[in-house]
């Protein structure tokens, strides 16, 4: 992985993928306590910044290769972008997906146009066998979701955007807050922002329990999850981090954070009622760890990303009115 690559996703999505805007507002600045940049990923196409990986994986294949179809294996975000972008390109996607993903996520997968396979992850079955599988049987090509290098080129354009926003608002050194599961975002952006803005470094964001990067980051070995499914962060709850993304990160990245659920709920609610933009919990935890732990960060400024924004309206309607019921504890006082 090199900045070359991610230069060349960039021209390759160059009139495909939105150059999604850097959001900011005065109330968020007040609760984060510094200037508080978002990175709006969730007004990318497919609502979430897989689209970017998709379809550099996708465009990048051999034209015979390509024609035979595709297969990814996701909870829903990285499911929705490689069936648009193999839509896009005239071939088949066959998406495994857990049966408890987002009702959402797994509907808007299908009106895409691809095949959806459903796997019960919470006993135990493996989406990787199922994968492996079905790339044997029909002669499909398997696009990871984060460990694979056009997949995290394509997502380092982000990072691309990012230098040139942090520049034309004047921020040359700040901490850059990635939502992340397997590292695809995070490490992409890290590549990126090295070479283009060095001031700016990244740093992760995950939920509770399930901060396998922020561990592993601390001990500098591959830490592993204890659990696979039980967090409203559905997006970013994976095993452990990539066999490619964790030496960027370790190389590359700061401490990561942690938030609750609690946290990624209020976040989401914040950017609705602030941004009046919608994120789901997973998209929100890095604009969770800028509102709530200010302590852990120094400097005037603070860049995140919200990443997605796939959200079932149920949690979207718990979000709210977790939100609004602090409110008036905090009026009450």
């Not at 290098?149 to 004047?170: F, R």
Request: proline share 4%; glycine share 10%; hydrophobic share 45%.
């Amino acid at each position: 992985m090199n900045i070359d690559m991610i230069r060349a996703a960039a021209e390759r999505l160059e009139g495909h993928a939105r150059r999604t805007p850097l959001l900011s507002s005065p109330f968020l600045d007040a609760i984060a306590g510094r200037r508080l940049w978002i990175k709006a990923e969730c007004l990318q196409h497919t609502g979430s910044f897989k689209f970017r990986g998709a379809w550099s994986a996708v465009s990048a294949l051999a034209e015979e290769t390509r024609a035979r179809g595709v297969v990814a294996f996701s909870s829903g975000n990285h499911a929705q972008g490689v069936a648009l972008a193999a839509q896009a390109h005239g071939v088949q996607a066959v998406i495994v997906m857990p049966r408890d993903a987002p009702r959402v996520k797994i509907e808007n997968t299908r009106r895409l146009g691809a095949e959806v396979v459903l796997y019960d992850r919470a006993a135990g079955e493996d989406r990787d066998a199922l994968g492996a599988k079905l790339v044997e049987e029909r002669s499909l090509t398997l696009i990871k979701p984060y460990d694979e290098p056009q997949v995290i080129a394509g997502q380092g354009t982000t990072g691309l955007e990012i230098a040139a926003q942090a520049a034309e608002v004047g921020v040359t050194k700040a901490d850059v807050i990635v939502c992340c599961g397997g590292g695809g975002f995070s490490s992409g952006i890290a590549l990126a922002l090295e070479a283009e803005a060095p001031g700016l470094r990244v740093r992760t964001a995950e939920p509770e329990d399930f901060d396998d990067v922020a561990r592993s980051l601390r001990s500098g070995a591959v830490e592993r999850n204890a659990a696979l499914t039980g967090s409203l962060c559905d997006a970013i709850v994976t095993p452990q981090p990539g066999n490619l993304t964790f030496p960027i990160l370790k190389r590359l990245a700061g401490p990561g954070f942690a938030v609750t659920e609690d946290q990624a709920l209020l976040a989401v609610a914040h950017a609705f009622n602030r941004l009046k933009v919608v994120a789901e919990p997973g998209g929100a935890v890095a604009l969770a760890a800028a509102l709530y732990n200010g302590d852990r960060i120094s400097g005037e400024d603070v860049i995140v990303t919200i990443s997605g924004g796939n959200v079932d309206p149920e949690v979207f309607q718990q979000a709210l009115t977790l939100a609004a019921a602090q409110d008036r504890q905090g009026d009450a006082a």
